[in-house]
């Protein structure tokens, strides 16, 4: 028993809790169960839940200090992608054998691609950038061309007397060193940002 026990301590300790393990329990049996995108989706935020909140107060210590002028200079930004008759992703779905044909178990697919468009715009308190409309994915190149023919001539409308700080998230294409660089290189002033915090975003509820 003792060597049994020595040879499962063995290799990567496990991510998930005994409350993680019986959530993880409850969404791949019985006849309600979730698709493996619904369980990654629910399994993802709960582990993410903890390392979130930590990082989040460490961040609210760190800017405490800002008054509401220190915000309402700070602009905003997001991109999103919407897709027409297309799923970004395939749906797998886990079932018995019987529930073949159950309405649980079946989705309605239109044939046809529909295509997809993407928007980059970003906003603070005093006015708004021009929008970005892509039909290709977003990448560092592109984003680079966002951040040079978009937003700094979008600040230079702004009042002038202002000083900016630019907000996005830390998506692959925001932190490259492509992007880095033509950040350095246009002197934009950037705030520091939190991981898994698109709910703090108010661009989010545009």
Known sequence: ????????????????????ARHLKRLTT???????????QKLNDSLTQCFSSR??????KKF?????????????SDE????VFKRKNKMMVSRAKSEKLAPDCVQQLTTGDGGKVGIWGAMCEYGKTSAFVYSDNM???????????YLIPSIKRLPKEKKYIYQ???????????????????????????????????????
């Open 139 to 149: 990448d560092s190149t592109k984003y680079c061309e966002v951040l040079k023919n």
């Open 30 to 40: 019985g006849t309600n169960r979730a698709n493996a995108n619904v369980i990654a």
């Open 168 to 206: 996005c998230d830390l998506a692959p294409w925001h932190t490259s060193n492509m992007v880095k660089d033509q950040i350095k290189k246009l002197k934009i002033n950037m705030l520091e940002w939190p991981p898994n915090s698109s709910d703090m975003n108010v661009v989010e509820e545009l």
């Open 1 to 20: 028993m003792a060597r049994s026990k020595a040879f499962h301590e063995k290799g990567r300790p496990s991510r998930l809790t005994p409350r993680t």
């Open 64 to 76: 405490q200090s800002y008054t509401i002028e220190d915000w309402r200079r700070v602009i905003f």
């Open 80 to 83: 999103s992608t919407y897709y």
């Open 55 to 60: 990082t989040r107060i460490a961040w609210c």
